[in-house]
């Protein structure tokens, strides 16, 4: 094994383990970096194909999933509408705060 495949394989393990320790933002671009690591290393022959494929598909499922978190707190946000009252979350087609009763 390839001092840059024990570095990635713990990275890997790292981001599969602990995730909830990152923040979102975090997890997302640890996850891309490994992935720009393990795509530079195919290319400079530190990794076999077989390997970087599976290295690969594993990054690729931790990508996903935070990808998928941060669409849907995308859409969870657009249908908020915030008060500018009280500064509470509201439904996005609510026509009063129903914290203060403040008219949209
Ligand atoms: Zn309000």
Do not use: Q, W
């Not at 001092?3 to 990275?11: C, D, G, Q, S, Y």
């Not at 996850?31 to 990054?59: G, H």
């Not at 249908?79 to 979350?89: A, F, R, S």
């Amino acid at each position: 094994m390839t001092e840059i495949e024990t570095k990635i394989l713990k990275v890997l393990h790292i981001l599969e383990t602990k995730r909830e320790k990152l923040s979102d933002e975090k997890f997302l671009e640890y996850c891309k970096v490994v992935k720009k690591n393990i795509l530079k290393a195919f290319e400079e022959r530190k990794l076999t194909k077989e390997n970087a494929k599976l290295l690969l598909r594993r990054t690729n499922n931790l990508l996903e999933l935070a990808e998928k978190k941060e669409e849907m707190k995308k859409i969870y946000r657009e249908n908020l509408k915030i008060c500018p009252e009280c500064g509470m979350k509201n439904t996005k087609n609510a026509n009063f705060c129903r914290y203060c009763g403040h008219r949209f």
